[in-house]
């Protein structure tokens, strides 16, 4: 058939290799792409609904089951609102232990969609098991990362999925020294395997589209942001998570059981990986900027096809992190902070290794929960993948009908979107008529 | 299952956080091994090809929210020779039976500005309210060992063996210093199916019921204590009522300790019979 003018629409009923089941569908008409639509049909589970009621110490068990794959994000939101809402500030041992944790998570996750959700894209493979028939070796690398990723979460959090040892103040229990360092171990090779991950994605050959993204990430001061900081935007915001929680406005539109967020209720924007690394990439410590730097990436990345490269420098930088969080380990005394609850609004942001998660919960002085809101990465994401979902169809309709189906997937993928977060069901349908 | 073949197996997915399934994936040591052993046909977290049915065996994970999975997961069954449904989620519900105690139409107002938009049912179901299931897999999450295990079994041809006692037993054989004795603590162990391994004592935390009731559990006895501990009903009422509020045992202590009843009970296709 023709490709490239006349009406065509590509769908997919069933996006695969994303968390969560949603579709997607793009219309073309005379050769210029017109509705495009991510449509997330996850049925609701009203957890802002389920909160409302519950003690303010269940938010962090309670939220972490809208997510299996990034739990430790709900659960380190969740705290941070609660904590915030009782004025408590943790000591440093606890916020050290914390972030330990929360690169466990990341290298879990993102050793998951660099290996067994992306790459496949890129070497033309259905899924990592046609994969390994190719090259065994990368997937068996893929694999041993993502096991010492969840062995760090098994270590601090006690279970890898839905931890158990989170508390709001901090953990039930300081894992012993010994076992905190018999991570330094694997840690040393999965950062070997991260550096070996970065040469090896960026030698995927990447369509060469770059999109005007409107970045929001958290910063810190002295360090790349993941479990605090600032929520900062490549156009000028710099605000407290509370700031940030009152200027994102979200949209309930027809098509998707996920809220759309814009900021002031105008700007789209993306959160994730391009976004910290594109604000922070500075903060990176040598090794993971020397990684970057190695693989070609300039200080700000707009290819949202190279995801996958900044994702591996992010693999860098988490196991590198966490050695070193290994390396100074001391076990917080107490495990935890008293948090008296007061009636109060608390707001907490963290980086969700997908993107940028925040909380916000109203309490009352007996430490119920009377609202609470939760903006998870897709949400935020979506209008931006739909953008992307645009150019990317537009700029490829040279493709055949497969091709271009595979391209527009991969457009979503390129943003390891959850939809189990977001409402939670992804599906792709590309129409050209 | 065809001696000549692999069996194929097809993992679904309706509401649930991905977990369960995640838990597939996290077998790292034994993944290439496992799709070595059996055909994975349908897969969409882990491959964008799908193979039609039917399937030798089907995972099932998340519970019946809406309309058209509960049309689906009676197609499901039509394709699956055996059917387990692994989570809490599957088993019980999950947290979202939580709606089960509200109003019609309550939490849909909450979260969303269009309620009308919104299509789902008024209940959270298990898989079992609508289909015959030849095995329940508990956990929030399933325990992947346990998986594992249980996959092997019926490769083997043998009947796969759930656990059907309590954590306790878990913590005595680890070794761990009971905490309701010796602290006090409100701990769900007593009436909750082991399989976890016990790690909420063993970070010294009470068990909050992650794997659901036991086959026996006395929960009527574990509120008592939890009274004496000094335990208002209301928080004796949210302990039962998490991830498994919906499992019968759990979901009766929870109303006999003054937490709402469930409001809606009926659910389109309820009817477990004669739809394989």
Same mark, same amino acid.
């Given at each position: 058939m023709s490709h490239g003018s006349g009406e065509r629409t590509i769908s997919v009923e069933g996006l695969a290799r994303v968390e969560g089941e949603g579709s997607l569908r793009v219309e073309v008409h005379d050769g210029v792409v017109g509705e495009v639509a991510l449509e997330i049909f996850e049925p609701p589970r009203y957890f802002e609904a389920m909160l409302v009621g519950r003690n303010f110490t269940e938010a962090p068990d309670i939220t972490s089951r809208i997510c299996g794959i990034c739990p430790v994000a709900y659960q380190m939101s969740a705290c941070a609102a609660m904590e915030a809402a009782c004025e408590v500030v943790v000591d440093e041992r606890i916020r050290a232990l914390r972030r330990l944790l929360y690169c466990g998570e990341w290298i879990q996750s993102h050793a998951l969609h660099v290996y067994l959700l992306h790459a496949p894209d890129f070497l033309g493979c259905a899924d990592a098991v046609e994969l390994a028939e190719r090259d065994q070796g990368a997937v068996e690398r893929g694999l041993d990362l993502k096991r010492t990723g969840n062995l760090v979460m098994e270590i601090v959090g006690g279970r890898a999925v839905h931890p158990v040892n989170v508390r709001v103040g901090g953990f039930y229990r300081a894992p012993s020294p010994e076992a905190v360092s018999a991570l330094a171990e694997p840690l040393f090779r999965a950062?070997?395997?991260?550096?070996? /991950?970065?040469?090896?994605?960026?030698?995927?050959?990447?369509?060469?589209?770059?999109?005007?993204?409107? @970045?929001?990430?958290?910063?810190?001061?002295?360090?790349?942001? &993941?479990?605090?900081?600032?929520?900062?935007?490549?156009?000028?915001?710099?605000?407290?998570?509370?700031?940030?929680?009152?200027?994102?406005?979200?949209?309930?539109?027809?098509?998707?059981?996920?809220?759309?967020?814009?900021?002031?209720?105008?700007?789209?924007?993306? /959160?994730?990986?391009?976004?910290?690394?594109?604000? %922070?990439?500075?903060?990176?410590?040598?090794?993971?900027?020397?990684?970057?730097?190695?693989?070609?990436?300039?200080?700000?990345?707009? %290819?949202? @096809?190279?995801? &996958?490269?900044?994702?591996?420098?992010?693999?860098? @930088?988490?196991?590198?992190?966490?050695?070193?969080?290994?390396?100074?380990?001391e076990p917080p005394n107490p495990p935890a902070a008293t948090v008296v609850p007061r009636a109060a609004i608390g707001s907490g942001a963290t980086e969700a290794p997908r993107g940028l998660l925040f909380h916000t919960y109203e309490i009352d002085d007996a430490g119920t929960i009377r609202t609470a809101r939760i903006v998870p990465p897709t949400s935020q994401n979506q209008l931006t993948i739909e953008s992307d979902l645009r150019q990317v169809a537009q700029e490829s309709l040279d493709l055949g009908d497969d091709e271009l189906q595979w391209r527009c997937e991969q457009a979503v993928r390129n943003h390891d979107p959850c939809i189990s977060c977001a409402a939670h069901f992804l599906d792709v349908t590309v129409e050209s008529s | 299952m065809s001696p000549s073949a692999r069996p194929t197996v097809a993992v679904w997915?309706?509401?649930?956080?991905?977990?369960?399934?995640?838990?597939?994936?996290?077998?790292?040591?034994?993944?290439?091994?496992?799709?070595?052993?059996?055909?994975?046909?349908?897969?969409?977290?882990?491959?964008?090809?799908?193979? !039609?049915?039917?399937?030798?065996?089907?995972?099932?994970?998340?519970?019946?929210?809406?309309?058209?999975?509960? !049309?689906?997961?009676?197609?499901?069954?039509?394709?699956?020779?055996?059917? *387990?449904?692994?989570?809490?989620?599957?088993?019980?519900?999950?947290?979202?039976?939580?709606?089960?105690?509200?109003?019609?139409?309550?939490?849909?107002?909450?979260?969303?500005?269009?309620?009308?938009?919104?299509?789902?049912?008024?209940?959270?179901?298990? *898989?079992?309210?609508?289909?015959? $299931?030849?095995?329940?897999?508990?956990?929030?999450?399933?325990?992947?060992?346990?998986?594992?295990?249980?996959?092997?079994?019926?490769?083997?041809?043998?009947?796969?063996? $759930?656990?059907?006692?309590?954590v306790c037993q878990e913590c005595k054989g680890r070794g761990t210093v009971c905490l309701l004795v010796s602290r006090g603590t409100p701990c769900m162990g007593p009436v909750t199916r082991a399989g976890c391994g016990a790690i909420c004592p063993g970070v010294d935390r009470g068990c909050f019921g992650c794997f659901g009731p036991t086959d026996t559990a006395n929960t009527a006895s574990l509120a008592g204590q939890f009274r004496g501990e000094g335990l208002t009903p209301v928080d004796t009422s949210r302990l039962f009522r998490t991830f498994n509020a919906a499992a019968p045992a759990f979901m009766a202590e929870s109303v006999a300790q003054g937490g709402a009843p469930p409001v809606a009970v009926s659910s389109p296709g309820n009817d477990a019979e004669g739809d394989r």
């Open positions: 950062r070997d395997q991260a550096l070996a /991950t970065v040469e090896w994605v960026a030698g995927f050959d990447f369509p060469d589209v770059e999109a005007d993204y409107r @970045f929001v990430a958290l910063r810190e001061q002295d360090r790349y942001a &993941i479990d605090s900081g600032r929520a900062v935007s490549s156009d000028g915001h710099d605000l407290s998570p509370a700031e940030l929680s009152a200027l994102v406005v979200e949209e309930h539109v027809e098509r998707s059981t996920a809220l759309h967020a814009r900021l002031g209720g105008v700007d789209q924007y993306l /959160t994730g990986p391009l976004a910290r690394y594109s604000l %922070n990439s500075a903060m990176l410590p040598p090794l993971a900027a020397e990684a970057a730097a190695g693989a070609g990436l300039g200080p700000v990345c707009k %290819n949202p @096809f190279r995801s &996958i490269v900044v994702r591996a420098v992010e693999l860098v @930088f988490a196991c590198d992190e966490a050695l070193s969080l290994v390396e100074n380990y | 997915k309706f509401a649930s956080c991905d977990g369960c399934q995640l838990s597939i994936l996290d077998c790292e040591e034994e993944l290439l091994q496992l799709v070595g052993t059996v055909r994975i046909a349908h897969f969409l977290e882990m491959s964008r090809a799908s193979a !039609k049915g039917p399937y030798d065996l089907s995972l099932v994970e998340g519970s019946i929210t809406t309309e058209d999975d509960a !049309k689906r997961i009676k197609q499901v069954r039509r394709m699956s020779r055996k059917l *387990i449904a692994i989570g809490a989620c599957a088993t019980a519900g999950g947290i979202q039976g939580l709606r089960n105690f509200a109003a019609s139409g309550e939490y849909a107002s909450v979260v969303y500005a269009h309620p009308e938009y919104i299509k789902a049912l008024d209940t959270s179901t298990p *898989i079992s309210a609508h289909v015959p $299931v030849d095995l329940e897999l508990y956990g929030c999450p399933i325990d992947r060992f346990q998986l594992l295990g249980v996959l092997t079994a019926i490769l083997a041809g043998r009947r796969p063996r $759930v656990p059907g006692h309590s």
